[in-house]
């Protein structure tokens, strides 16, 4: 087996990313920048737009459109910052969303079936049960 460094590792992520975003159902574009937004979110409560837009390096125009688009289908919530009321500070709705329950429904066998492509049909219950074990092990949410 070839040493799995930080290079591949980073390629593997973005490869992740490609067969992820081929499997999610369509809600008009700019998926991977609300997923990294959500992400950011729910990891950090309480925080502002601003603060998301430090940690992701996405334009803070960006994480805007994004967070308007998680808080229209009430996946983030947002409230008064107390020590300044101009501001709004996004938490995650502890409630899950239709939007929510429509994509964890969706199965990723075809696209990451489409990743391997007709060589390799053999490799796709591995290759599941890899990205099953990494899921558990590697994401909080």
Not at 84 to 95: A, C, G, I, S, Y
Not at 122 to 140: F, P, S
Request: hydrophobic share 40%; proline share 6%.
């Amino acid at each position: 087996m070839a040493h799995m460094g930080p290079v591949e590792l980073m390629l593997l992520g973005r490869t992740l990313m490609k067969i992820g975003e081929q499997a999610l159902p369509s809600a008009g574009g700019g998926e991977r920048t609300v997923v990294i937004v959500m992400s950011d979110v729910y990891d950090h409560p309480g925080t502002t737009v601003g603060e998301v837009a430090v940690r992701t390096g996405l334009p803070q125009s960006a994480v805007s459109n994004a967070v308007a688009r998680l808080r229209s289908v009430g996946s983030v919530l947002a409230g008064p910052d107390p020590a300044d009321r101009r501001r709004q500070l996004l938490h995650r709705n502890p409630e899950p969303t239709a939007r929510q329950r429509e994509v964890a429904a969706v199965d990723i066998t075809a696209a990451v079936a489409g990743a391997l492509g007709e060589h390799r049909p053999a490799d796709l219950t591995e290759v599941l049960a890899a990205l099953e074990t990494l899921g558990r092990h590697l994401t909080r949410h």
